[in-house]
C-alpha cells in the first residue's frame, strides 16, 4: 500500500507560479513513475505530468509543455510539480498519482495509487 499527500495550491494571478508537492510513503517499489493529473467539473481526469523514478525521465502534457517542470527528490520520497505562466484554463483539481511500473502512460486508469487532490485556481 502507498499512501500520497498533496501539498501547495491555493489561488493564484494568471502569469504566475506555484508548486505542488506529492509526499509518497508506504511501500514504494524500486522502479515506478509517479504523475500529476488534473481535473475539472464534468470532464475526466487530464495527464498534466509524469516522471520515472529510476532514471529521471519526464513527459508531459500538450496543454503544458514549457510552463510546467516535474521533479523528484529520492531522500524524500516527493515529487514536485513547478507551474509556472499560470493561465485560468489551469483551474482544476491536481491529484498525484503513482504506478507500480517504469513504463510511463498518460492513462488514469494505468495507476495504481491516487492522492486526495489539491485545488489550483488561476484568476485573470
Known amino acids: 500500500q502507498v499512501q500520497l499527500v498533496e501539498s501547495g495550491g491555493g489561488l493564484m494571478q494568471a502569469g504566475g507560479s506555484t508548486r505542488l508537492s506529492c509526499a509518497a510513503s508506504?511501500?514504494?517499489?524500486?522502479?515506478?513513475?509517479m504523475a500529476w493529473f488534473r481535473q475539472t467539473p464534468g470532464k475526466e481526469r487530464a495527464f498534466v505530468a509524469a516522471i520515472r523514478w529510476t532514471d529521471g525521465f519526464t513527459y508531459y502534457g500538450d496543454s503544458v509543455k514549457g510552463r510546467f517542470t516535474i521533479s523528484r527528490d529520492s531522500a524524500q520520497n516527493t515529487v514536485h510539480l513547478q507551474m509556472n505562466s499560470l493561465k485560468p484554463e489551469d483551474t482544476a483539481v491536481y491529484y498525484c498519482?503513482?504506478?507500480?511500473?517504469?513504463?510511463?502512460?498518460?492513462?488514469?486508469?494505468?495507476?495504481?495509487?491516487w492522492g486526495q487532490g489539491t485545488q489550483v485556481t488561476v484568476s485573470s
Open positions: 498519482a503513482y504506478r507500480s511500473s517504469i513504463l510511463t502512460t498518460v492513462d488514469p486508469l494505468r495507476y495504481d495509487y
Open positions: 508506504g511501500r514504494p517499489f524500486s522502479g515506478y513513475t
